[in-house]
C-alpha cells in the first residue's frame, strides 16, 4: 500500500511534491519532453500548486516547456534578427547598436518564461527616465516570435507603452508643435547671438519644408531649383554605428516608402538661407564631403563636415537652456510673464512646421504630399490638433467680444 507523503503541517501532498527539511521550500517534479527530471519550487503551497497549474496547463496547450525554461530575452532576439532579412542596412546596424548597449547585459539575460507585464514596464520606466530611450519596436516583435513559436503563451509587452503614454500625458501633458511665439522666440535667439547665429540656415530650413532631419541635412545642391522654387527629397542622411567597434558613421540612405521621394515648395525665407549659405561656401571652399558617392553637400560645420542629426541635437539643448536664462532675467527686469522655450528636438520642428501649414491649407493630400506622410492618418491626426486649436482660439477671441447676457 502507497505511503502518504505530507508536508511539516500534516498536510497531504500531491503525487511529484515535496517539501524539503533542509530550506522548508516546497518542490514539485515533473519530466520534461526529453525525459529529464526537471523541478519548480516555491516558498509555500499555494504558490507551488499555482505554478504547478500553469505548468499543466502549458503542457496541455503545447507550449514548448523546456525552451520557455531555458531561453532567454537575448536567446529569442538573436532569432528573431536572424528571421528578418528584409531589415534594411541602417535599421539593423541601430537595433544591434540599441539592443547591445540597452537591453543584452541587463533585460536580456532574463528567462523569458518568467517575465511579467510589471517587469516590462518596470524595465521601459528606467530606459525612459534615465535614458531617454523607447525600446518597443525591438522586444514588442522579439515577445511576439516567442508566442508563435510557443514559447510563452502571452507577449507580456502588449500594452506597456499605451499605459506609459497615458501616465506621461497626465503627469507633463502633451507637448506637440511650438507656438508661433516660442518659434519666434527660437529663431530671433539664433539669429541676433554671436555663437549661435551660424545654426540660422539649418533651423530655418527645418521649419520652413518640414523636412525630417536626416533629409535636411543630406540635401545638395543639386536638389535645389531655384527657377520652379522647389527642393527634391530623394534621400536621407544617417548615423548609426558599424563593426565591431560600433563606431558611428554617416550613411546615404533611400527613402523607407514611396511618399518620402517628393518635391516640396521653396518659401523665400528658405530660399535666403540657401542662398546665405552658398555664398558662405563660395568664398570659403566648396564643400568636397563625400558620402556613399555623393557630395556638393548644403549643410557643413566649421570642421568641413557634414553634421549629424545627434549634433542638431546637442545644439538645440545648448541654445534652449541660453535663451530660457536670458528670458528669466529678462522677463524679471520688465515685469512680465517669461516667453519660456519647452525641451523639444529637431522632429518638433517638423512637427511645428506641419502644424502651420494645417493652420492654412485644408486639403488633406497637400499636406501629406508635402509631409511625406505614408499613412494619411498621420496628417489627419495632426490636422485635428491644429485646427482644435485654432477653435479654441475663435471661442476665446468671441467669448472677449461677444455678451449674449
Not at 557634414?306 to 520688465?334: L, T
Not at 485644408?362 to 485654432?390: C, F, R, W
Request: charged content about 30%.
Amino acid at each position: 500500500m502507497a505511503t502518504t507523503r505530507k508536508d511539516l503541517r500534516g498536510r497531504t501532498l500531491r503525487k511529484g511534491e515535496m517539501q524539503r527539511s533542509s530550506d522548508k521550500r516546497y518542490a514539485y517534479s515533473y519530466t520534461d519532453p526529453l525525459g529529464r527530471r526537471k523541478y519548480i519550487y516555491a516558498n509555500d503551497l499555494v504558490t507551488l500548486r499555482e505554478k504547478e497549474a500553469r505548468l499543466t496547463k502549458d503542457q496541455m496547450d503545447g507550449l514548448d516547456i523546456y525552451v520557455a525554461g531555458k531561453a532567454t530575452v537575448n536567446f529569442v532576439f538573436d532569432r528573431y534578427m536572424s528571421l528578418k532579412t528584409n531589415l534594411r542596412q541602417t535599421t539593423r546596424s541601430n537595433y544591434l547598436y540599441m539592443y547591445d548597449r540597452f537591453i543584452r547585459d541587463t533585460f536580456g539575460k532574463k528567462k523569458i518564461a518568467e517575465i511579467r507585464y510589471s517587469d516590462v514596464l518596470q524595465f521601459y520606466n528606467y530606459l525612459l527616465d534615465k535614458q531617454g530611450l523607447q525600446t518597443n519596436t525591438l522586444l514588442h516583435p522579439t515577445f511576439q516570435l516567442a508566442v508563435r513559436d510557443e514559447i510563452v503563451r502571452k507577449n507580456p509587452t502588449d500594452g506597456v507603452m499605451a499605459e506609459i503614454k497615458k501616465s506621461s500625458e497626465q503627469t507633463t501633458g502633451v507637448r506637440h508643435a511650438l507656438t508661433i511665439p516660442q518659434q519666434r522666440a527660437f529663431m530671433e535667439h539664433i539669429a541676433n547671438h554671436p555663437v549661435y547665429c551660424h545654426w540660422w540656415p539649418l533651423f530655418t530650413v527645418l521649419l520652413g519644408t518640414g523636412c525630417r532631419i536626416g533629409e535636411a541635412l543630406g540635401l545638395r545642391w543639386d536638389d535645389l531649383d531655384y527657377e520652379q522654387r522647389t527642393i527634391s527629397i530623394n534621400h536621407s542622411l544617417v548615423y548609426y554605428p558599424v563593426g565591431e567597434s560600433r563606431n558611428s558613421v554617416l550613411h546615404i540612405s533611400k527613402p523607407k516608402t514611396e511618399a518620402g521621394v517628393r518635391t516640396i515648395p521653396m518659401f523665400d525665407t528658405v530660399k535666403d538661407a540657401f542662398e546665405m549659405l552658398h555664398e558662405e561656401q563660395k568664398e570659403s571652399g566648396w564643400n568636397d564631403v563625400e558620402i556613399d558617392g555623393m557630395t556638393g553637400f548644403i549643410f557643413c560645420n566649421r570642421f568641413g563636415n557634414v553634421p549629424n542629426p545627434q549634433s542638431v541635437n546637442r545644439a538645440i539643448k545648448r541654445i534652449i537652456a541660453d535663451y530660457n536664462a536670458g528670458e528669466e532675467v529678462g522677463a524679471k527686469k520688465q515685469h512680465r510673464e517669461a516667453v519660456l522655450l519647452p525641451d523639444f528636438s529637431a522632429h518638433h520642428l517638423r512637427h511645428t512646421f506641419c502644424t502651420r501649414l494645417c493652420e492654412k491649407e485644408t486639403n488633406l493630400k497637400v499636406i501629406q504630399s508635402v509631409m511625406g506622410h505614408k499613412d494619411i492618418q498621420t496628417t489627419m491626426d495632426i490636422y485635428a490638433e491644429a485646427t482644435e486649436k485654432k477653435k479654441q482660439e475663435s471661442f476665446e477671441r468671441l467669448a472677449a467680444t461677444l455678451d449674449i447676457f
